[in-house]
């Protein structure tokens, strides 16, 4: 069974991921995102099958790029373990890291960009889209913003 991990920052990009849940029971799956307390329920309703990432608001610029290294580190451990063939995210920040360690590793890298965006990049979305294997957007507009994008609908 093709391992594939579900990666993405906490709030919105979490919802959007967890639209995916129907993807779970068909392949051996594990869930990555940010510890915050309205995520810590997941490991019960998905046992041995949620890890947690340092919640990396870029709210303080000086302690993020710190939990930002410290993220990229945790990263490279969980991949390790993990040894996924797929990574599927809906981003953000602390889903990067874990894409561009995963592409050295050979890791298939599905790259779904949010709903929030409707007429502008994100960020981490600027740089995945530069290698990865399927990127989809949810809005028609957004593939004059990317072209090589594949277009699949709301994901809600």
Known sequence: M????FISSTGGHLAELLQLKKLFN???YHIITEKTKNNLELKN???KKVNY?????KANVIIYPFKLLL???ISLVLLIKIKPKYIITT???TAGPMCCLGKLFGCKIIYIETLANITKKTITGRIVYLF????IVQWESMLKLYPKAV???WIF
């Open 2 to 5: 093709k391992k594939i991990l």
């Open 26 to 28: 068909k392949y051996d």
């Open 45 to 47: 309703k998905y046992p």
């Open 53 to 57: 990432l340092i919640y990396g608001s």
């Open 71 to 73: 993220n990229c580190f």
């Open 91 to 93: 981003g953000a920040h």
């Open 132 to 135: 990865a294997d399927l990127f």
């Open 151 to 153: 277009y699949g609908g």
